[in-house]
C-alpha cells in the first residue's frame, strides 16, 4: 500500500508499511500513482510521455527504478506481519503506567471539561497517602521485568493534594533501588497554584510536567475561568514561563484545547510561542455533539488547513533558529512504524490505567465514573479480566474499519475512549479524529521529509 500525497509544494509518496518515504517530481508521481491504480505499464509510457513531453523511455527509466525500489522493500511492499497468527488475548501484558488521580477536584471551572470540573460525575475527592501508596506497590508488583515505570499525577487539579503528592514521590524513590525500578513523574496542572515549592519539587523529580494553556488571552478565558468567574490567563501565565525557564531543558509541555471557538487555533499555538514555550501541544475538544464549543462537520476543512498552516509556519521558524516542537508532528521516519505499537494500540486497560482516589482501576482517564469499565482496584487488582482482554484488542489489525487506511499504523487504531464516546464500541472509530489524525501526518511526514531533504 501506498499514500501519494501533495503538500507544500512536494510530491510526497508514502510506502505504507515499510515507512519509507520518497520526494518525486511531478511525472515520477504520476507514474506511480497510476501503477498503484493497476493501469498497464505501455499505457502509463504512452499517457504521462505525451501528458509531460517527454520521451517513452524516459518512463521506462522511472517504471525501472520504481521495480528497484519495490524489490528492495521501499515501495509497494506488503505487511508481513497482517497474516500472522498473533492471538491478541493471550499476549503477555504488564502495567508500565499509571494516571493517579489524586484530586477529584478544581479550582477551575472549564466548560468543556471532560471530567466535569474534575469531579468525573462523582463527589469532590482527595486521594489519600495511603491509597497513592499502594497504587505505586500495584504498579511495581504488576510490571514485570520492566525497569521503566511511569506515574501521571492528575485531577481535577492535583496541586490541591500537592503534599501527598510529594509523599508519593518520596515513596516512589525510596524503593526503585531495592525492587530495580526507576520511576519518571509526571505532573499535569492547570497553574492556579504553581509557587516556588512546586517549581523547585517539579524541576528536581518530575521528569516532564503537562501545563494547560489555550493560547491567547480571549480564547483561554472564554472558557478556562476560576471559580469566582474570572479568566486565568493572567494568573497563570507568569507562573507558568518561571517553571519553563528554570527547568533547565528539562521536559515539559503547554497543551491547550481548541473549540469551534477558535477553528484558527494556530493563532493561539504561535501566541505561546511567541511567549517564549517551545514544547507545544493542541488537542481538539472532546465533547458532546450539541455543546456550543463542539467541532462541526464545517469545522473540519478549516482544521485540516490549520495544520498545513502550522507545518508551514513550523519550517519557516526552524529555518530562522526559532523552531519550536508540536506534540502531533513528532515522528520518526527512520525506523517505519512500530511493530510493537501495531499489535498493543496506545496500552490503556493493559499496561496504562487510572486510578481514582479511593484505589479503583479504570482504563485511563477518560473511562473514570463509567463503571460498565471499572478493571478492579489497587488492593485486589484487576478483577474483570474480561474487560482487560477486550482492551487487549484495541489496535489496527483488530478494528475492521482500520483495514484499508493507510495511517492505521501510526496510530494502531486511535483512541478507544474516543470510540466509545462516538459509536458506543472501544473497537469502532471516531471518524472526525482519524480525518484530523491523517492530516496531522501529512503534515509530520512533510515536514521531517523537507528538513532531510535541506540537510543534503
Known sequence: MIHAYKLNGCNIVLDVYSGAVHLVDEIAYDVITKLDA???????????????????????????????????GKLFTEDIYADKAFDYKNRS?????????????????????????????????????????????????????????EVDFFGGEPLMNWDVVKQLVAYGRSREKECNKNFRFTLTTNGV????????????????????????????????????????YDLIVPKFQKLVQSRG?????????????????????????DLGFDQLSMEPVVCAPDEPWALTEEDLPKVKEQYEILAKEMLRRDREGKGFTFY????????????????????????????????????????????????????????????????KLCNAYARPDCKDCWARLYCSGGCAANAYHATGSIRGIYEYGCE??????????????VQAMEKE
Not at 493497476?38 to 521495480?67: C, F, K, M, N, W
Not at 505505586?136 to 504488576?142: G, S, T
Open 93 to 149: 501484558t504488564v502495567v508500565k503506567a499509571l494516571c493517579l488521580h489524586v484530586a477529584h477536584t478544581c479550582n477551575l471551572t472549564c466548560n468543556y471539561c471532560f471530567a466535569a470540573q474534575g469531579k468525573f460525575h462523582g463527589d469532590r475527592a482527595l486521594m489519600s497517602f495511603e491509597v497513592g501508596k499502594r497504587a505505586l506497590d500495584f504498579l511495581i508488583e504488576n510490571s514485570g521485568s520492566r525497569v521503566n515505570l
Open 328 to 391: 502531533h508532528y513528532m515522528i520518526d521516519l527512520t525506523g517505519g512504524p512500530c511493530i510493537y505499537k501495531r499489535i498493543s494500540g496506545c496500552g490503556s486497560g493493559t499496561e496504562y490505567m487510572a486510578v481514582t482516589p479511593w484505589g479503583d482501576l479504570y482504563p485511563c482517564h477518560q473511562f473514570v465514573g463509567d463503571e460498565k469499565y471499572l478493571l478492579g482496584n489497587v488492593f485486589d487488582g484487576v478483577t474483570n479480566t474480561d474487560l482487560r482482554d477486550e482492551f
Open 249 to 273: 531543558g528539562k521536559g515539559y509541555y503547554m497543551r491547550g484545547t481548541f473549540t469551534h471557538d477558535n477553528v484558527d487555533f494556530t493563532n493561539d499555538i504561535f501566541h505561546m510561542a
Open 436 to 449: 484530523l489524525f491523517r492530516k496531522r501526518m501529512e503534515c509530520a511526514i512533510m515536514i521531517k521529509a
Open 193 to 232: 497554584l504553581i509557587d516556588d515549592d512546586v517549581i523547585e519539587f517539579a524541576n528536581k523529580e518530575m521528569h516532564n510536567v503537562v501545563l494547560s494553556l489555550d493560547g491567547r488571552p480571549e480564547i483561554h478565558d472564554k472558557l478556562r475561568r476560576t471559580v469566582n468567574n474570572k479568566g486565568s
Open 38 to 72: 493497476d493501469v498497464e505499464r505501455e499505457t502509463i509510457v504512452a499517457e504521462v510521455s505525451t501528458a509531460y513531453g517527454v520521451q517513452p523511455d524516459e518512463v521506462r527509466d522511472i517504471l525501472a527504478d520504481v521495480d528497484e525500489l519495490t524489490a528492495a
